[in-house]
């Protein structure tokens, strides 16, 4: 049987109630760690939740931009980034370790997710940032670092487009979000033979009842909804 996992970024502050609904149908939460969004409380809530439901609990950095939700990239140097990337990811560590439910892996965010995917510099160090810290990366699959990494978790988009060249289509361009639930199941049989995990992002319109589809789809065909 073959397996998947499904993961989502969690703890943005867009809806308590939308986290939860998530938090039942997911494998790995991607939890926002004060980068982009959420602050102490949040990842606490957030822990909690992943925690009382078996749910793998992944750190999701981000550039220092709450104003753009860390969806636009910044001009910092690569040790600034550093610096940044593991405070947040240590903040969130400190707090899973308070409620006994380990950090297994990175999950860049946004900006900083799309930079990485594209520069292996960038992903250079936060794979050896991760390593250092006894994680994981969550990378986009098909990109430089995420095929060649044996401590990648390779990711695929449920809800985004993608380019001829396997990035993925800005989200300021047409059709770069995926709404429809028969487009959005479509996706993910087609991209689940070369992913290890499958996202939905929680500020899609209507994300739950998307990765209902998308469940329903994956085990008709036969996968097991595991991040194991």
Same mark, same amino acid.
């Given at each position: ?7 989502? %970024? &969690?703890?943005? /502050?867009?809806?308590? !109630?939308?986290? &939860? ?11 926002? #760690? ?16 992943? +925690? ?31 610096? *940044?990337?593991?405070? $947040?990811?240590?903040?969130?560590? +400190? ?14 965010? /946004? ?5 990485? =995917? ?28 995420? %095929? ?10 449920? %809800? ?22 028969? +487009?959005? =199941? $479509? $996706? ?8 290890? *995990?499958? #996202?939905? !992002? ?7 009842? &998307?990765?209902?589809?998308?469940? %329903? ?12």
């Amino acid at each position: 049987m073959p397996k998947i996992d499904l993961n989502a %970024d &969690l703890g943005e /502050g867009i809806a308590d !109630h939308l986290d &939860l609904e998530l938090l039942d149908l997911i494998t790995s939460a991607n939890v926002a #760690c004060g980068g982009h969004a959420g602050d102490e409380a949040t990842m606490t809530k957030t822990v909690r939740g992943a +925690k009382a439901r078996g749910v793998r609990i992944g750190a999701h950095p981000s550039y220092p931009d709450r104003v753009n939700f860390g969806r636009r990239s910044l001009p910092m140097g690569i040790e600034a980034i550093r610096t *940044s990337v593991e405070d $947040q990811v240590r903040t969130l560590m +400190k707090i899973a370790e308070e409620e006994a439910a380990p950090v297994i892996y990175i999950k860049p965010h /946004g900006a900083l997710y799309n930079d990485a =995917s594209l520069d292996s510099d960038l992903a250079g160090v936060v794979l050896s940032m991760a390593k250092e810290m006894g994680l994981m990366t969550m990378l986009l699959a098909g990109s430089p670092m995420a %095929d060649r990494e044996p401590s990648v978790i390779r990711e695929g988009f449920l %809800d985004r487009s993608y380019m001829p060249d396997g990035s993925l289509v800005p989200r300021s361009e047409p059709g770069a979000l995926l709404t429809d639930p028969e +487009k959005v =199941s $479509q $996706q993910a049989l087609l991209i689940a033979p070369r992913v290890d *995990s499958l #996202c939905i !992002h929680s500020d899609t319109p209507n994300a739950v009842t &998307l990765l209902k589809h998308a469940v %329903d789809a994956l085990e008709n065909e036969g996968y097991e909804i595991t991040a194991s």
